[in-house]
Protein backbone atom coordinates (compact mmCIF):
# COMPACT_ATOMS: atom_id res chain seq x y z
CA UNK A 1 0.00 0.00 0.00
CA UNK A 2 1.43 3.29 -1.13
CA UNK A 3 1.20 6.23 1.40
CA UNK A 4 -1.66 8.99 1.53
CA UNK A 5 -1.19 10.97 -1.61
CA UNK A 6 0.58 14.15 -0.62
CA UNK A 7 1.41 12.41 2.70
CA UNK A 8 5.36 12.08 3.99
CA UNK A 9 6.72 9.26 6.13
CA UNK A 10 6.79 11.93 8.99
CA UNK A 11 3.21 12.86 8.97
CA UNK A 12 1.61 9.21 8.20
CA UNK A 13 4.09 8.30 11.39
CA UNK A 14 2.78 11.45 13.44
CA UNK A 15 -0.56 10.31 12.77
CA UNK A 16 -0.13 6.63 13.90
CA UNK A 17 1.53 7.37 17.13
CA UNK A 18 -1.60 9.09 17.77
CA UNK A 19 -3.37 6.02 17.25
CA UNK A 20 -5.05 6.60 13.73
CA UNK A 21 -5.35 2.73 12.51
CA UNK A 22 -5.45 3.95 9.26
CA UNK A 23 -2.11 5.32 9.49
CA UNK A 24 -0.93 2.34 11.49
CA UNK A 25 -2.07 0.09 8.54
CA UNK A 26 -0.50 2.11 6.16
CA UNK A 27 2.95 2.47 7.75
CA UNK A 28 3.08 -1.16 8.08
CA UNK A 29 2.41 -1.64 4.28
CA UNK A 30 5.03 0.98 3.97
CA UNK A 31 7.71 -0.79 5.88
CA UNK A 32 6.32 -4.52 3.92
CA UNK A 33 7.86 -2.60 0.88
CA UNK A 34 11.20 -1.61 2.37
CA UNK A 35 11.68 -5.18 3.66
CA UNK A 36 11.66 -4.25 6.94
CA UNK A 37 9.18 -6.55 8.25
CA UNK A 38 9.60 -6.64 11.97
CA UNK A 39 8.23 -3.07 11.70
CA UNK A 40 5.95 -3.51 9.48
CA UNK A 41 4.47 -6.06 11.77
CA UNK A 42 4.84 -3.55 14.83
CA UNK A 43 2.78 -1.57 13.06
CA UNK A 44 0.23 -4.24 11.85
CA UNK A 45 -0.39 -5.22 15.01
CA UNK A 46 -1.64 -1.55 16.84
CA UNK A 47 -3.79 -1.12 13.89
CA UNK A 48 -5.45 -4.90 14.50
CA UNK A 49 -6.09 -4.30 17.90
CA UNK A 50 -8.15 -1.73 16.72
CA UNK A 51 -9.87 -3.96 14.77
CA UNK A 52 -8.80 -2.97 11.08
CA UNK A 53 -8.87 -6.33 8.73
CA UNK A 54 -6.26 -5.33 6.90
CA UNK A 55 -4.04 -4.93 8.82
CA UNK A 56 -5.35 -8.34 10.54
CA UNK A 57 -4.01 -9.66 6.82
CA UNK A 58 -0.37 -7.67 6.91
CA UNK A 59 0.68 -8.72 9.98
CA UNK A 60 0.39 -12.25 9.00
CA UNK A 61 2.13 -11.47 5.94
CA UNK A 62 4.52 -10.12 7.75
CA UNK A 63 5.23 -13.04 10.19
CA UNK A 64 4.80 -15.38 7.10
CA UNK A 65 7.97 -13.41 6.02
CA UNK A 66 9.50 -13.63 8.88
CA UNK A 67 9.42 -17.70 8.70
CA UNK A 68 6.64 -18.10 11.47
CA UNK A 69 4.06 -20.23 9.53
CA UNK A 70 2.23 -20.66 12.89
CA UNK A 71 1.95 -17.15 13.67
CA UNK A 72 0.98 -16.24 10.03
CA UNK A 73 -1.91 -18.73 9.99
CA UNK A 74 -3.41 -17.22 13.82
CA UNK A 75 -3.54 -13.92 11.90
CA UNK A 76 -4.73 -14.92 8.60
CA UNK A 77 -7.46 -16.63 10.31
CA UNK A 78 -8.31 -13.76 12.40
CA UNK A 79 -8.78 -11.33 9.43
CA UNK A 80 -10.79 -13.96 7.77
CA UNK A 81 -13.20 -14.11 10.95
CA UNK A 82 -13.40 -10.56 9.69
CA UNK A 83 -14.39 -11.17 6.32
CA UNK A 84 -11.31 -10.43 4.60
CA UNK A 85 -10.78 -12.11 1.38
CA UNK A 86 -7.17 -11.35 0.66
CA UNK A 87 -6.54 -13.14 3.82
CA UNK A 88 -8.13 -16.61 2.57
CA UNK A 89 -6.02 -16.50 -0.47
CA UNK A 90 -2.87 -16.25 1.26
CA UNK A 91 -3.73 -18.81 3.63
CA UNK A 92 -4.43 -20.88 1.05
CA UNK A 93 -1.44 -20.92 -0.36
CA UNK A 94 0.67 -20.90 2.61
CA UNK A 95 -1.53 -24.95 3.07
CA UNK A 96 -0.69 -25.77 -0.56
CA UNK A 97 2.79 -24.52 -0.21
CA UNK A 98 2.96 -26.51 3.20
CA UNK A 99 1.88 -29.28 1.18
CA UNK A 100 -1.66 -28.94 2.57
CA UNK A 101 -3.28 -28.96 -0.98
CA UNK A 102 -7.08 -29.74 -0.40
CA UNK A 103 -7.20 -27.66 2.66
CA UNK A 104 -5.35 -24.73 0.25
CA UNK A 105 -7.67 -25.14 -2.82
CA UNK A 106 -10.84 -25.12 -0.42
CA UNK A 107 -9.88 -21.45 0.83
CA UNK A 108 -9.11 -20.48 -2.28
CA UNK A 109 -12.14 -21.45 -4.37
CA UNK A 110 -14.00 -19.47 -1.51
CA UNK A 111 -11.74 -16.26 -2.92
CA UNK A 112 -12.74 -16.86 -6.39
CA UNK A 113 -16.69 -16.83 -5.04
CA UNK A 114 -15.51 -13.40 -3.44
CA UNK A 115 -14.41 -12.40 -6.82
CA UNK A 116 -10.61 -12.31 -5.60
CA UNK A 117 -8.25 -11.86 -8.61
CA UNK A 118 -5.22 -13.03 -7.58
CA UNK A 119 -7.59 -16.33 -6.52
CA UNK A 120 -8.36 -16.15 -10.67
CA UNK A 121 -4.68 -16.55 -11.48
CA UNK A 122 -3.65 -19.04 -9.03
CA UNK A 123 -6.41 -21.26 -10.37
CA UNK A 124 -5.10 -21.09 -13.95
CA UNK A 125 -1.67 -21.40 -12.66
CA UNK A 126 -2.80 -24.80 -11.22
CA UNK A 127 -4.90 -25.72 -14.08
CA UNK A 128 -1.96 -24.55 -16.47
CA UNK A 129 0.69 -27.01 -14.65
CA UNK A 130 -2.63 -29.94 -15.12
CA UNK A 131 -2.49 -28.94 -18.94
CA UNK A 132 -6.11 -27.69 -19.03
CA UNK A 133 -5.58 -25.33 -21.17
CA UNK A 134 -9.05 -23.79 -21.53
CA UNK A 135 -9.73 -23.92 -18.39
CA UNK A 136 -6.35 -21.86 -17.57
CA UNK A 137 -7.27 -18.91 -20.42
CA UNK A 138 -10.69 -19.15 -18.47
CA UNK A 139 -9.52 -18.16 -15.41
CA UNK A 140 -6.43 -16.01 -15.97
CA UNK A 141 -9.04 -13.53 -18.29
CA UNK A 142 -11.39 -13.57 -15.74
CA UNK A 143 -7.91 -12.41 -13.08
CA UNK A 144 -6.82 -9.73 -16.10
CA UNK A 145 -10.63 -8.55 -16.25
CA UNK A 146 -10.40 -8.08 -12.50
CA UNK A 147 -7.04 -6.00 -12.56
CA UNK A 148 -4.09 -8.22 -11.76
CA UNK A 149 -2.44 -7.29 -14.85
CA UNK A 150 0.55 -9.90 -14.55
CA UNK A 151 -2.47 -12.50 -15.75
CA UNK A 152 -2.23 -10.26 -19.09
CA UNK A 153 1.21 -12.25 -19.50
CA UNK A 154 0.30 -15.53 -17.96
CA UNK A 155 -1.88 -15.22 -21.27
CA UNK A 156 0.93 -14.20 -23.21
CA UNK A 157 2.95 -17.38 -22.26
CA UNK A 158 0.14 -19.64 -22.98
CA UNK A 159 -0.75 -18.18 -26.56
CA UNK A 160 2.83 -18.40 -27.24
CA UNK A 161 3.64 -21.91 -26.03
CA UNK A 162 0.30 -23.13 -27.78
CA UNK A 163 1.53 -21.58 -31.05
CA UNK A 164 -0.35 -18.64 -31.26
CA UNK A 165 1.70 -15.47 -31.24
CA UNK A 166 -0.43 -13.02 -32.77
CA UNK A 167 -2.63 -13.12 -29.73
CA UNK A 168 0.41 -14.00 -27.32
CA UNK A 169 1.64 -10.03 -28.79
CA UNK A 170 -1.92 -8.56 -27.84
CA UNK A 171 -1.87 -10.20 -24.26
CA UNK A 172 1.76 -8.83 -23.52
CA UNK A 173 0.55 -5.47 -25.45
CA UNK A 174 -2.37 -5.61 -22.53
CA UNK A 175 0.01 -6.24 -19.84
CA UNK A 176 2.11 -3.14 -21.32
CA UNK A 177 -0.33 -0.60 -21.54
CA UNK A 178 -1.32 -1.60 -17.59
CA UNK A 179 2.59 -0.51 -16.54
CA UNK A 180 4.12 -3.84 -17.24
CA UNK A 181 7.04 -2.29 -19.19
CA UNK A 182 9.19 -5.60 -18.87
CA UNK A 183 6.51 -7.11 -21.51
CA UNK A 184 8.18 -4.78 -24.03
CA UNK A 185 10.43 -7.46 -24.14
CA UNK A 186 8.31 -10.13 -25.33
CA UNK A 187 6.89 -8.02 -27.62
CA UNK A 188 9.63 -7.49 -29.54
CA UNK A 189 11.03 -10.82 -29.51
CA UNK A 190 7.58 -11.94 -30.73
CA UNK A 191 7.57 -9.66 -33.62
CA UNK A 192 11.40 -10.89 -34.44
CA UNK A 193 10.09 -14.99 -34.29
CA UNK A 194 7.60 -13.68 -36.85
CA UNK A 195 10.18 -11.78 -39.06
CA UNK A 196 8.78 -8.39 -38.48
CA UNK A 197 12.36 -6.86 -37.00
CA UNK A 198 11.93 -3.34 -37.96
CA UNK A 199 8.58 -3.19 -35.94
CA UNK A 200 10.15 -5.02 -33.23
CA UNK A 201 13.35 -2.53 -33.02
CA UNK A 202 11.63 0.52 -30.55
CA UNK A 203 10.04 -2.22 -28.48
CA UNK A 204 13.26 -3.62 -27.23
CA UNK A 205 15.03 0.29 -27.00
CA UNK A 206 11.90 -0.26 -24.58
CA UNK A 207 12.82 -2.89 -22.61
CA UNK A 208 16.46 -1.82 -22.57
CA UNK A 209 15.29 1.77 -20.95
CA UNK A 210 13.27 -0.61 -18.42
CA UNK A 211 16.25 -2.72 -17.58
CA UNK A 212 15.34 -6.12 -18.97
CA UNK A 213 18.54 -8.10 -18.85
CA UNK A 214 18.44 -9.46 -22.18
CA UNK A 215 17.27 -6.87 -24.42
CA UNK A 216 20.47 -4.92 -24.99
CA UNK A 217 21.78 -7.98 -26.62
CA UNK A 218 18.65 -8.91 -28.61
CA UNK A 219 18.76 -5.39 -29.71
CA UNK A 220 22.05 -5.29 -30.66
CA UNK A 221 21.69 -8.46 -32.84
CA UNK A 222 18.74 -6.62 -35.12
CA UNK A 223 20.18 -3.68 -35.16
CA UNK A 224 23.29 -3.67 -37.38
CA UNK A 225 22.73 -0.53 -39.20
CA UNK A 226 22.62 1.48 -35.87
CA UNK A 227 18.73 1.53 -36.28
CA UNK A 228 18.29 4.15 -39.10
CA UNK A 229 15.36 2.08 -40.13
CA UNK A 230 11.56 2.75 -39.05
CA UNK A 231 8.93 0.13 -38.11
CA UNK A 232 6.42 -0.75 -40.45
CA UNK A 233 3.27 -1.77 -39.35
CA UNK A 234 0.75 -3.30 -41.21
CA UNK A 235 -2.97 -2.36 -39.16
CA UNK A 236 -4.43 1.33 -37.40
CA UNK A 237 -3.92 -0.80 -33.87
CA UNK A 238 -0.30 -1.50 -34.86
CA UNK A 239 0.13 2.29 -35.84
CA UNK A 240 -1.88 3.44 -32.56
CA UNK A 241 0.72 1.25 -30.47
CA UNK A 242 3.76 2.28 -32.65
CA UNK A 243 2.24 5.93 -31.98
CA UNK A 244 1.75 5.47 -28.06
CA UNK A 245 5.34 3.65 -27.65
CA UNK A 246 7.12 6.69 -29.89
CA UNK A 247 5.37 9.01 -27.29
CA UNK A 248 6.46 7.65 -24.23
CA UNK A 249 10.08 7.97 -25.74
CA UNK A 250 9.91 11.64 -25.91
CA UNK A 251 9.45 10.79 -30.04
CA UNK A 252 6.95 13.02 -31.31
CA UNK A 253 7.56 13.46 -35.02
CA UNK A 254 7.31 9.50 -35.26
CA UNK A 255 4.99 9.73 -32.69
CA UNK A 256 2.47 11.88 -34.83
CA UNK A 257 3.38 10.00 -38.04
CA UNK A 258 2.28 6.77 -36.22
CA UNK A 259 -0.89 8.49 -34.69
CA UNK A 260 -1.76 9.87 -38.11
CA UNK A 261 -1.58 7.05 -39.92
CA UNK A 262 -3.98 4.99 -37.53
CA UNK A 263 -6.52 7.84 -36.91
CA UNK A 264 -7.02 8.45 -40.84
CA UNK A 265 -8.16 4.44 -40.50
CA UNK A 266 -10.62 5.33 -38.13
CA UNK A 267 -8.85 4.39 -35.10
CA UNK A 268 -10.65 6.68 -32.54
CA UNK A 269 -7.77 6.19 -30.07
CA UNK A 270 -5.79 7.87 -32.47
CA UNK A 271 -8.07 10.66 -33.37
CA UNK A 272 -8.85 11.47 -29.46
CA UNK A 273 -5.17 11.69 -28.98
CA UNK A 274 -4.05 13.94 -32.02
CA UNK A 275 -6.93 16.23 -31.10
CA UNK A 276 -5.92 16.09 -27.43
CA UNK A 277 -2.10 16.68 -28.52
CA UNK A 278 -3.25 20.02 -31.11
CA UNK A 279 -5.70 21.28 -28.24
CA UNK A 280 -2.02 21.46 -26.34
CA UNK A 281 -0.57 23.45 -29.04
CA UNK A 282 -3.53 25.89 -28.87
CA UNK A 283 -4.48 24.70 -32.36
CA UNK A 284 -8.36 24.48 -31.79
CA UNK A 285 -9.48 24.23 -35.02
CA UNK A 286 -7.48 21.31 -35.87
CA UNK A 287 -8.34 20.06 -32.24
CA UNK A 288 -12.04 20.31 -33.29
CA UNK A 289 -11.54 18.22 -36.44
CA UNK A 290 -9.91 15.32 -34.78
CA UNK A 291 -12.55 15.49 -31.65
CA UNK A 292 -15.54 15.41 -34.00
CA UNK A 293 -14.37 12.31 -35.83
CA UNK A 294 -13.78 10.16 -32.60
CA UNK A 295 -17.10 11.53 -30.96
CA UNK A 296 -19.05 10.66 -34.16
CA UNK A 297 -17.84 6.89 -33.44
CA UNK A 298 -19.16 7.68 -29.88
CA UNK A 299 -15.97 8.23 -27.81
CA UNK A 300 -17.54 10.14 -24.77
CA UNK A 301 -13.89 11.57 -23.83
CA UNK A 302 -14.38 13.48 -27.34
CA UNK A 303 -17.57 14.48 -26.98
CA UNK A 304 -16.54 16.09 -23.55
CA UNK A 305 -13.77 17.60 -25.13
CA UNK A 306 -15.49 18.59 -28.46
CA UNK A 307 -18.02 20.35 -26.14
CA UNK A 308 -15.76 22.20 -24.09
CA UNK A 309 -13.97 23.31 -26.90
CA UNK A 310 -16.72 24.27 -28.97
CA UNK A 311 -18.11 26.44 -25.77
CA UNK A 312 -14.66 28.29 -25.51
CA UNK A 313 -15.01 28.91 -29.16
CA UNK A 314 -18.41 30.31 -28.77
CA UNK A 315 -20.31 27.63 -30.52
CA UNK A 316 -22.83 26.85 -28.22
CA UNK A 317 -25.36 25.23 -29.75
CA UNK A 318 -22.36 22.70 -30.53
CA UNK A 319 -21.42 22.46 -27.03
CA UNK A 320 -25.03 21.91 -25.98
CA UNK A 321 -25.42 18.69 -28.82
CA UNK A 322 -22.29 17.03 -27.32
CA UNK A 323 -22.50 18.07 -23.94
CA UNK A 324 -25.68 16.23 -24.22
CA UNK A 325 -24.67 13.37 -25.48
CA UNK A 326 -21.33 13.08 -23.53
CA UNK A 327 -24.31 13.19 -20.48
CA UNK A 328 -26.65 10.59 -22.01
CA UNK A 329 -23.43 8.21 -21.79
CA UNK A 330 -22.37 8.58 -18.14
CA UNK A 331 -20.06 11.39 -18.17
CA UNK A 332 -20.65 13.11 -14.76
CA UNK A 333 -18.83 16.22 -15.82
CA UNK A 334 -20.91 16.56 -18.75
CA UNK A 335 -23.92 16.00 -16.79
CA UNK A 336 -23.28 18.95 -14.75
CA UNK A 337 -22.34 21.27 -17.63
CA UNK A 338 -25.59 20.26 -19.39
CA UNK A 339 -27.37 20.75 -16.75
CA UNK A 340 -26.16 24.41 -16.56
CA UNK A 341 -27.29 24.74 -20.15
CA UNK A 342 -30.12 23.23 -19.76
CA UNK A 343 -31.22 25.82 -16.52
CA UNK A 344 -29.88 28.78 -18.80
CA UNK A 345 -32.73 27.97 -21.26
CA UNK A 346 -35.30 27.46 -18.44
CA UNK A 347 -35.48 23.46 -18.58
CA UNK A 348 -35.45 23.49 -15.02
CA UNK A 349 -36.55 19.77 -14.43
CA UNK A 350 -34.25 18.40 -17.06
CA UNK A 351 -31.66 20.08 -15.53
CA UNK A 352 -32.02 19.24 -12.26
CA UNK A 353 -32.00 15.64 -13.48
CA UNK A 354 -29.24 16.16 -14.81
CA UNK A 355 -27.22 17.38 -11.62
CA UNK A 356 -28.57 14.77 -9.87
CA UNK A 357 -27.34 12.30 -12.49
CA UNK A 358 -23.72 14.00 -11.94
CA UNK A 359 -24.12 13.94 -7.90
CA UNK A 360 -25.06 10.09 -7.81
CA UNK A 361 -21.83 9.78 -9.62
CA UNK A 362 -19.97 11.47 -6.97
CA UNK A 363 -19.51 15.03 -8.25
CA UNK A 364 -18.89 17.02 -5.94
CA UNK A 365 -19.44 20.59 -7.15
CA UNK A 366 -23.22 18.73 -8.15
CA UNK A 367 -24.12 17.70 -4.75
CA UNK A 368 -22.79 20.93 -2.94
CA UNK A 369 -25.02 22.57 -6.08
CA UNK A 370 -28.04 20.63 -4.80
CA UNK A 371 -27.65 20.72 -1.02
CA UNK A 372 -27.17 24.96 -1.28
CA UNK A 373 -30.67 24.65 -3.00
CA UNK A 374 -32.29 22.01 -0.86
CA UNK A 375 -32.72 19.08 -2.90
CA UNK A 376 -32.42 15.70 -2.31
CA UNK A 377 -30.38 13.63 -4.60
Known amino acids: ?17 RGDNHAQCALGSYYMDEGDYKSALNWYKKSAKQGNAQAKNGAAEAYRLLDKPKKAEKWYKLAIKDHNTAAKYNLGILYIQSGSREAGLTLIEEALDDNYPLAFHTYGDLLYEEEHIAGAREYYLKAAE ?8 SLGILERNEGNPEQSIIYYKKAYDHQDLQASYYIGSLLIEAGYTNEAIPWLEEAVKHGHPEAKQVLMDVSEDGHEQKPESSNPLEDYNLGSLYEKQGRMKEALEHYTLAANAGHVSAQFTIASLLEEENQPNEAIKWYTLAAEQGNVDAQYNLASLLGEQGDTRGAFEWFGQAARKGDSM ?14 IEEALDMYKAAAKQGLEVSQRFLEKNGVEW
Open 334 to 347: AQYNYAIMLQQIGQ
Open 1 to 17: MQLEEHMDIDEMTRRAK
Open 146 to 153: LGEVDAWN
